[in-house]
């Protein structure tokens, strides 16, 4: 008896709490279970006095009364210890994972979900599904925690059909109901339809892929070569003023920190320029990836409830013409120090134009390359005046006769109507923003304890251009800079932190931008946008597109 039992312990064990029998009943299926178990089974069960096996379905009405087998009891009785049968190994549930709905005392993980039950099994609980016939056109699929979101919340019907006209999945019932008329489908036919455009979109993220390596690889030449141009020089520059008198030698270390300067704030703006291209290139790998996860997935109505988010994800705009002013020729340098060996006279003014020449320009230069430095803001809400309200997901602030009740916050703006964005930047950003009403204000600023009590435009903790109706000024420290340029509603901003760099430039509707004014300065904390909003204005942070 005892060799039988050892070859086969599960047929000692109860199917429901998967523990060995107590108080063991036998039902007249022939099934074994613990009384306990089978009652609290039933107690869950009734439905109008009908009563099932848990493993062969089998019906009974009315309930069995339930004796305890002596057959079974003895039997267990008289094993010993080690003798007794344990469970069969099953698989626990970890976290994450979807538990069996008919587990009692031990929840284990579930291995398939019924659509027509609408329940999860694990995989003793599973076997009627396969064993009986009464389950024969039961539809199992993959577990899903979310079996719900499968169901229809007005008939509790399975999912079944999809919707054109509202581009939502539904059940047949609502085919017949609010649905009725409409153009509709079968998941599985709207699935196969939504297959097609996988194809084209799996396409589209492969050539955004391979344009962003091009260009990672052309930036990274340009990069190199900008390296050795800028080390030529300066090896040059040594050399040459090494025979030089000494006036000619106090020039050349400013030479010398000119062109590394520029040197370094292009270099400073292609280094951020590859930190974006390998994050879009991430996003794309990512973005086809879940693609690919979507494409194999048998769950139709898993399908098409989550292929539109994927279709709406916004995709990175692939240039056709890479252009990035990344050059800066210093050729120009052993030209004019040939010319100072011959003309010691003029050596003063020869060397000042060298750094006057390298010093000139170097910010990019069409809208499309200040968009390549493109960041992303968002306001805080925690900084924000009690008259300023936020609202597009943080990107837009509008000025309201009625002051709110905002929770205290100890960077909250309490004496000027401003307000800053969460993001403090310290490389090279580009943003653009698109105003409205009497007057605001765009800046930059540290952040610390002295803004929260200061208007941007009276600290020299902040740079800021006010714009209005009659025209822009900058303002810095409290003083004062006319600008005479018109501005447009829209207004960019570069920031080259490194290279101490601030410019604010008008954009015109077709795309022209103007500069407006240009700070060269050194900045030593992040800097975080900001902005003060007038009475019955407001200000967007836009987009690129």
């Known amino acids: 008896m005892k060799m039988a039992v050892s070859s086969e312990p599960h047929a000692l064990s109860c199917s429901i709490c998967l523990d060995v029998l107590k108080s063991p009943v036998t039902l007249h299926c022939g099934h074994s279970y613990c009384m306990d178990c089978v009652n609290a089974y039933w107690d869950e069960e009734d439905k109008a006095g009908v009563y099932s096996c848990p493993q062969c379905r089998h019906t009974f009405s009315p309930r069995p009364v339930l004796n305890k087998s002596t057959v079974l009891a003895d039997l267990l009785g008289k094993m010993s210890g080690e003798d007794r049968p344990t469970p069969p190994a099953m698989d626990e549930v970890a976290p994450g994972e979807v538990e069996c709905d008919f587990c009692t005392v031990r929840k284990l993980k579930a291995v398939k979900s019924c659509l027509v039950c609408l329940a999860s099994y694990c995989a003793t609980h599973l076997q009627p599904h396969y064993e009986s016939a009464a389950f024969k056109r039961h539809k199992l699929v993959e577990v899903s925690a979310s079996i719900q979101e499968k169901i229809c919340s007005k008939h509790d019907k399975l999912l079944e059909v999809y919707c054109r006209n509202d581009g939502q999945c539904i059940c047949l019932l609502c085919v017949m109901d609010d649905h009725k008329g409409h153009d509709t489908v079968s998941a599985a036919a709207e699935r196969k339809e939504r297959q097609k455009q996988f194809g084209k979109k799996k396409q589209r993220y492969q050539q955004g892929i391979q344009e962003k390596e091009k260009q990672l690889r052309q930036l990274r030449q340009k990069m190199k070569a900008l390296k050795c141009s800028g080390d030529a020089a300066v090896n040059q520059n040594e050399k040459a003023y090494a025979e030089i008198v000494q006036m000619a030698d106090k020039r050349r270390c400013a030479v010398r920190e000119v062109i590394r300067v520029q040197e370094e704030a292009a270099m400073s703006r292609a280094e951020a320029l590859v930190v974006r291209l390998k994050k879009e290139i991430c996003e794309l790998r990512?973005?086809?990836?879940?693609?690919?996860?979507?494409?194999?997935?048998?769950?139709?109505?898993?399908?098409?409830?989550?292929?539109?988010?994927?279709?709406?994800?916004?995709?990175?705009?692939?240039?056709?013409?890479?252009?990035?002013?990344?050059?800066?020729?210093?050729?120009?340098?052993?030209?004019?120090?040939?010319?100072?060996?011959?003309?010691?006279?003029?050596?003063?003014?020869?060397?000042?134009?060298?750094?006057?020449?390298?010093?000139?320009?170097?910010?990019?230069?069409?809208?499309?390359?200040?968009?390549?430095?493109?960041?992303?803001?968002?306001?805080?809400?925690?900084?924000?005046?009690?008259?300023?309200?936020?609202s597009e997901g943080n990107s837009m602030v509008t000025w309201i006769k009625k002051a709110q009740r905002p929770p205290h916050h100890s960077e909250r703006f309490t004496k000027y109507d401003q307000v800053l964005c969460t993001e403090g930047l310290s490389g090279v950003c580009y943003w653009e923003v698109e105003w409205g009403g009497p007057r605001v204000e765009v800046a930059v600023c540290y952040k610390g304890a002295e803004l929260e009590e200061s208007c941007f435009a009276y600290t020299d903790q902040s740079w800021c251009i006010s714009l209005s109706n009659s025209g822009c000024t900058f303002w810095h420290d409290e003083i004062k800079t006319r600008i005479s340029i018109p501005c447009s509603s829209t207004v960019g901003v570069y920031l080259n932190h490194k290279a101490g760099i601030l410019s604010f430039y008008t954009v015109s509707d077709s795309g022209k931008m103007r500069l407006l004014h240009r700070v060269q300065t050194t900045f030593s904390k992040p800097l975080y946008p900001g902005f003060m909003v007038s009475r019955g204005s407001s200000v967007r942070i836009l987009t690129p597109k």
Request: glycine share 0%; charged share 30%; net charge negative.
């Open 286 to 390: 990512k973005a086809e990836d879940d693609l690919k996860q979507l494409s194999l997935t048998e769950d139709h109505i898993k399908v098409l409830q989550r292929c539109q988010s994927i279709f709406d994800r916004p995709e990175t705009e692939v240039s056709t013409d890479f252009n990035i002013h990344l050059h800066t020729s210093f050729d120009f340098v052993t030209r004019a120090i040939s010319e100072l060996r011959d003309k010691l006279e003029n050596l003063g003014k020869a060397v000042a134009e060298i750094s006057e020449t390298i010093q000139a320009d170097p910010d990019p230069k069409t809208r499309q390359e200040f968009f390549l430095y493109s960041c992303h803001l968002s306001l805080d809400p925690n900084t924000a005046f009690a008259n300023l309200i936020l």
